[in-house]
């Protein structure tokens, strides 16, 4: 018998514990796997066609990582870690303003920091589903928050849901967010627009990097199949859009150190994905309402400067389905943390988005000389945020016979 009743039809009666989880991105997937594995019935709603992310590299820090843990995936995913390794800070002439080391990450915070494409952690993550859990294609809209006593309802094409659980993963324009908190203003406009491109590149060999410009920063990082992951971001109005961004690419960044010169040469127009950032600048008053929880953008959208808006997503799962009966809870647990890492994820976009050319001089000149005087300066500024710990220890790694 089903865990979760559709209607109008007359629904047949509901097993305890059944959850709906509207959208399908890796926020959603891990909290569905994180209640399948507590004996939830778990339906996931994902509106596009399938679960294939478009086309992208996803960072991965050791609270993630320790996160994923929980739910037996952690080594998996190390295991499946394209890059893993030493990196730095450059200006566009290719000189180094500060290096970080892999080792120095793992000792500092019990875990190495990883890259691995989108795809990988999405089938991961759906490989411990049951097969029938996922309904692509399949828009979703809260009918009803739920309360003590009576389901949450959630629209579909054809019927509804009902669910004792609603997790909320349907991204930084969240419909269900607008639906609890109709009063709250929503996402804003980072000030800065973003081009992501992964493409093979066999051959050419280079550190993992990312590069501050003037009001610019560039980002390359060798996968370990061959492929480049490169990401940019530019200052620019929002909805402004080129009508070749490939070309828009070379106009900015086509003189900076290379390999961007040879990244650019091999992209197509078709292989740019071009996005304006956006964020919730004042806080959610809470991550719950009803019998209804959000996780990821759609509870606390962030700049991507500290690359923890999925890190931070998959830490909500797994503490949602830890709180699963005490919602507010949940909330408690995550408002602060998430607010203050989005906070500092707001700062650092402002200081590497920096335009002024004095400013960028005067940044640029402190970060080498902090650099040379406390070599792990990058790191120190994920104290706190790599260093997080999920609830419920021991974590599989640790059952495993590994320490993490």
């Known amino acids: 018998m089903s865990a979760v009743s559709e209607t109008p039809a007359q629904p047949p009666a509901r097993a305890s514990r059944a959850a709906v989880v509207v959208g399908g991105g890796i926020g959603g997937l891990t909290a569905a796997v994180a209640l399948h594995q507590r004996g939830w019935h778990v339906t996931v709603l994902e509106r596009a066609a399938s679960l294939a992310p478009v086309g992208s590299a996803i960072s991965l820090a050791p609270n993630s990582l320790r996160a994923l843990d929980v739910i037996g995936a952690g080594d998996e995913v190390r295991d499946l870690a394209a890059w893993q390794g030493d990196g730095g800070l450059r200006t566009p002439g290719g000189r180094w303003l500060s290096r970080t080391s892999a080792a120095e990450a793992e000792a500092r915070f019990g875990g190495p920091l990883v890259l691995l494409h989108r795809a990988t952690l999405v089938a991961t993550l759906t490989a411990r589903l049951p097969p029938d859990a996922v309904r692509t294609g399949t828009p979703a809209a809260l009918a ?21 659980l609603v997790v909320a993963a349907d991204g930084i324009h969240s419909a269900t967010r607008r639906t609890l908190f109709p009063g ?25 990097h990312e590069t501050w410009g003037r009001g610019r920063i560039w980002g390359s990082h060798p996968l370990k199949d ?43 127009p078709e292989d740019v994905l071009r996005h304006d950032v956006h964020h919730l600048a004042p806080p959610l008053p809470a991550f719950h309402r009803g019998r209804v929880a959000l996780v990821g953008d759609a509870a606390h959208a962030m700049p991507p400067s500290l690359g923890q808006g999925g890190n931070q997503a998959i830490e909500d799962a797994i503490v949602l389905a830890h709180h699963h009966a005490d919602l507010p809870a949940y909330s408690a647990a995550r408002l602060p943390r998430t607010t203050a890492v989005a906070r500092k994820a707001v700062r650092t976009a402002r200081l590497t988005m920096t335009a002024h050319p004095v400013a960028v001089a005067l940044r640029d000149t402190a970060i080498t000389a902090l650099s040379a005087a406390a070599p792990a300066l990058l790191l120190r500024g994920f104290d706190g945020i790599a260093d997080w710990r999920p609830p419920q220890p021991p974590y599989a790694a640790v059952e495993a016979g590994r320490t993490r």
């Open 226 to 268: 061959g492929r480049v992951y490169a990401y940019a971001a530019a200052t620019a109005p929002a909805g402004e859009r080129a009508a070749d961004e490939r070309a828009e690419l070379l106009r900015r960044y086509g003189d900076w150190h290379r390999p961007v010169p040879e990244i650019l040469a091999a992209v197509r």
């Open 144 to 164: 009803d928050p739920g309360a003590a006593g009576r389901p949450a309802r959630v629209s579909i094409p054809g019927g509804e849901l009902e669910a004792d």
């Open 184 to 208: 709250h203003p929503g996402p804003v406009y980072s000030g800065f627009t973003t081009w992501r491109i992964v493409l093979p590149l066999p051959g050419t060999e280079f550190a993992s």
